[in-house]
């Protein structure tokens, strides 16, 4: 269904997205409705996208204006960054190349030890969870930590807040054996967010 869409297809329904508060797409949409969306929507709406795998990340490529954040995990990151990501400083380098092409804010998905965060005022921050006693399925968390940054954007949230938020939120997803939790809340988030004493340190 997605590779039927067209660029008129979505002229025709401009409407809707020009009220949005946030734009979400992900690289699983042809390229050219990426590029559609990012020119014609990045200037005044935030557009957030995922790239879901390092093969649909080939989507992005140099093609990062227009886009405010990106979520990809370390090998999406390299292919996105063109260089290999070994250490601290190199991810740091990979982030800031990402930011250099035009987006507000990188997160990229570390695993087990959380996320690395980068935006355009050079910030960079780190934010991560104690190890988890069980998990339960993890399909479904990077969707529930997207749609954690994304609430948060919209409660006007600094990193700081936003990236524990979000992390609560991925945990949450993984605790449960649906991959959506049928009992997440941006209530029950934060209470685990708290519970878990999610960390965030600048770096």
């Not at 009220?19 to 979400?24: F, K, R, T």
């Not at 490529?61 to 070994?86: D, F, Q, S």
């Not at 954690?148 to 054996?177: C, D, N, T």
């Amino acid at each position: 269904v997605l590779q039927k869409l067209s660029v008129e297809f979505l002229q025709g329904r401009s409407g809707v997205r020009r009220g949005a508060g946030v734009i979400v797409a992900d690289c699983g949409l042809p390229e050219e409705i990426l590029r559609y969306l990012a020119a014609a929507y990045g200037p005044e709406t935030p557009v957030f996208v995922d790239p879901v795998s390092t093969a649909y990340a080939r989507k992005l490529a140099g093609g990062l204006r227009g886009i405010h954040t990106v979520k990809p995990n370390l090998l999406e990151a390299e292919i996105l960054a063109g260089m290999a990501i070994t250490s601290l400083e190199t991810l740091r380098e990979a982030a800031g190349r990402l930011v250099g092409q035009g987006l507000s804010q990188v997160v990229i998905s570390l695993g087990k030890e959380g996320v690395f965060y980068h935006d355009r005022e050079g910030r960079s921050l780190r934010a991560w969870g104690p190890p988890m006693a069980r998990v339960v399925n993890a399909t479904g968390a990077g969707d529930a930590f997207m749609g954690g940054l994304v609430y948060a954007h919209l409660q006007g949230w600094q990193p700081e807040k936003a990236l524990p938020f979000a992390v609560a939120a991925s945990r949450m997803a993984i605790a449960h054996q649906r991959t959506i939790n049928p009992g997440i809340s941006a209530e029950k988030v934060l209470a685990l967010m708290e519970q878990d004493k999610i960390a965030v340190k600048e770096l």
